[in-house]
């Protein structure tokens, strides 16, 4: 079993910027894959960012050039970095996690972008 504990969102102006984490009750060295999805009212969920376990990353085309994902192995803790955010952005934002064959999920937060 894996808990992800995401830390919490909030309210950003367009334009912004936001950082979220996603802390493991394990060490992520054993998840083969970490992501971020997020899921907007009314919508699907949908991909935002992965990190594969030997690092190499990818993105939604709707966050390139914006977000960043990355992790702190000694922390077990993954990150995404939200730069000039959009009202679009505006979704509950997920951790995820996979180990073999098992898909773990944070509780989710919320971010919410408006003036």
């Known amino acids: 079993q894996v808990q992800l504990v995401e830390s919490r969102g909030g309210l950003v102006q367009p334009g912004g910027s936001l950082r979220l984490s996603c802390a493991a009750s394990?060490?992520?060295?054993?998840?083969?894959?970490m992501a971020w999805y997020r899921q907007a009212p009314g919508k699907q969920r949908e991909l935002v960012a992965e990190?594969?376990?030997?690092?190499?990353?990818n993105y939604a085309d709707s966050v390139k050039d914006r977000f960043t994902i990355s992790r702190d192995k000694a922390k077990n803790t993954m990150y995404l970095q939200m730069n000039s955010l959009k009202p679009e952005d505006t979704a509950v934002y997920y951790c995820h996690a996979k180990i073999k064959f098992m898909n773990y999920w944070g509780q989710g937060t919320q971010v919410t972008v408006s003036s």
């Open positions: 394990r060490s992520i060295f054993s998840m083969d894959d």
């Open positions: 990190i594969i376990s030997g690092g190499s990353t």
